[in-house]
């Protein structure tokens, strides 16, 4: 079964920091792009940052330059670094990943999500 899982949600001060993991398992072929969203209570589920399988990232504005993601794909999972985190910041993170993988004698490709994790920021 293909899936990916999350970790490293969590409760922290304005200020400090959160690493959010995100680990791809099954018969896992390859990991295209892979990306961060999240959604705050009330409003739509947002673009945090991406991370291309050449290793190349992108950020939304709000996160840029306390963020970061990186992947490490000798385990299939990937990482979200964030810093100086602010009570805005506050919302539940998903993972997102287009995988290649086997499906008994056939090789498919999917768009799959996590199950999210929380992270609040207090004040």
């Known amino acids: 079964q293909v899936q990916l899982v999350e970790s490293g949600g969590g409760l922290v001060q304005a200020g400090g920091s959160l690493r959010l993991s995100c680990a791809a398992s099954?018969?896992?072929?390859?990991?295209?792009?892979m990306g961060w969203y999240r959604q705050a209570p009330g409003k739509q589920r947002e673009l945090v940052a991406v991370?291309?399988?050449?290793?190349?990232?992108d950020y939304a504005d709000s996160v840029k330059g306390r963020f970061t993601i990186s992947r490490d794909n000798t385990k299939n999972t990937k990482y979200l670094q964030m810093n100086s985190l602010r009570p805005e910041d506050t919302a539940v993170y998903y993972c997102?990943?287009?995988?290649?993988?086997?499906?008994?004698?056939?090789?498919?490709?999917?768009?799959?999500w996590g199950q999210g994790t929380q992270v609040t920021v207090s004040s």
């Open positions: 991370i291309t399988s050449g290793g190349n990232t």
């Open positions: 099954g018969s896992i072929l390859s990991i295209n792009r």
């Open positions: 997102n990943a287009g995988l290649r993988y086997y499906s008994g004698s056939y090789i498919r490709t999917n768009d799959y």
